[in-house]
Nanobody, 120 residues
Framework: QVQLVEIGGGLVQAGGSLRLSCTAS????????MDWYRQTPGKQRELVAT??????????DYADSVKGRFTIYRDIAKNTVYLQMNSLEPEDTAVYSC???????????WGQGTQVTVSA
């Protein structure tokens, strides 16, 4: 079993920034892909950002709604994937969760989520 723990959520004014962290209990080399999702009540969960380690190196991808504002990156030494969120908007308010597919366990692991609230 692998645990993923997110921290970094909170309340911020529109235009502000937050950095979310997703720390794994084991090396993140186990995960070929790690994602950040977000969800608000009554809405479908949205894939926000993905970081993938492949044969061509590390690649990232973003939802159109966050491109140019959010950055996903990882720190192997800290077993952590980050989501840097800039120019936050009230529409970014959601619970943000990370996940990772463990290629050794062949399981998808989720963190517990962290609340981000952006005030107008």
């Amino acid at each position: 079993q692998v645990q993923l723990v997110e921290i970094g959520g909170g309340l911020v004014q529109a235009g502000g920034s937050l950095r979310l962290s997703c720390t794994a209990s084991r090396t993140i080399f186990r995960f070929n892909t790690m994602d950040w999702y977000r969800q608000t009540p009554g809405k479908q969960r949205e894939l926000v950002a993905t970081i993938t380690a492949g044969t061509d190196g590390v690649t990232t991808d973003y939802a159109d709604s966050v491109k140019g504002r959010f950055t996903i990156y990882r720190d192997i030494a800290k077993n952590t994937v980050y989501l840097q969120m800039n120019s936050l908007e009230p529409e970014d308010t959601a619970v943000y969760s990370c996940n990772g597919y463990d290629i050794y366990d062949r399981q998808l692991y989720w963190g517990q989520g962290t609340q981000v609230t952006v005030s107008a």
